[in-house]
Structures are given as C-alpha cells and as structure tokens.
C-alpha cells in the first residue's frame, strides 16, 4: 500500500485561500507529475537548460483551492462537485494550473473506492489527449488511513516545494 499526506497551503503570494496539496510516498504529487511528463514535454518543446526544464516542469501544476474543492471528503473520495466531474465517473482533478485556474492545466485521476481501500489511478491531462495514460501510479491507500489524514490535512507555511519559479 501506498502513503498518503493531506496538504493545506498557502496560494503564491499569500492570496485568498489555501491550496491543496499532497505528498504520496513522501514526495509531492507535482514532483510525481514531472517526472511522468518530462520525456512527454520533451517531444513537443525545446529547453535550453536542465534548470530550464526542471522550472517549468515543477511550474505547470499547482494545488487545488480549498474554497473550490466544496466538500473535500465527495472530491476526493471521487464523487466531485459537477463543476469538476469530468466525462469519465469518478475522474476528478486533484491538481490544477499554476496560472490559479484549475481548469487551465488539471491532473485528473481515476478515484475508486472499496471498503479497504482508495486508489488512484489512470492520471490524464485532458489537454493532452495523444499522452494516453501517464506513467504515474496506480496508487493504492489503506482506506481508513486516507480518510484520517483527509480529515486532518497537514497545514504549512509556505508552499511544500518552495516558491514557484516561473519561466518568463
């Protein structure tokens, strides 16, 4: 089985709400993200240096606000609010653009729930339908487990990987 942290954090800048976020296995789902999209990324564009691509890699996903998610424990027990049902039942974003709007670069996944257990599953980013599946999971948490630390997110400071460095 699989670890899982519960996130709140503050939005860059200090602005509105906090964020959410998540550390599976110990590392942040967006460090997760990157690394499953980096050889994806690689085919589309060109970087002119590793730092190049490791900030734009780590700047093209951010938390979900908690003032959007509505109630957290449907989200993310995967039965979201219709506004972030996507086409697939039980297909629900857990990460959103850097830019502040979920929708403009979501993460979603699969979320199934038995009595055991959550999983998360089959990643996608819906912009980019030729990327199929991304290489990154299934994860699979002890159910009692997950909703306790849903329950009782981990609030920090400060974003968990540090200040967003966007490319300009």
Do not use: K
């Amino acid at each position: 089985m699989n670890s899982i942290e519960f996130l709140h954090y503050p939005r860059p800048e200090g602005a509105g709400d906090l964020l959410w976020g998540f550390r599976i296995d110990g590392a942040d789902l967006r460090v997760h993200a990157a690394h499953a999209t980096r050889a994806l990324w690689r085919r589309e564009c060109e970087v002119e240096s590793p730092e190049e691509e490791g900030r734009f890699l780590r700047a093209q996903h951010d938390g979900l606000g908690t003032d959007e998610v509505g109630d957290p424990v449907r989200h993310f027990l995967g039965d979201p609010a219709p506004e972030f049902a996507g086409s697939v039942r039980g297909a629900v974003p857990v990460l959103g653009c850097s830019c502040g709007l979920w929708g403009c670069w979501p993460l979603r996944t699969l979320i199934t729930v038995t009595p055991a257990a959550v999983t998360w599953s089959s990643f996608r980013q819906p912009y980019r339908e030729q990327w199929g599946e991304l290489p990154m999971g299934p994860y699979v948490f002890t159910r009692t487990l997950y909703e306790a630390a849903l329950a009782e997110p981990v609030l920090l400071a400060e974003d968990p990987l540090g200040p967003a460095i966007l490319p300009e």
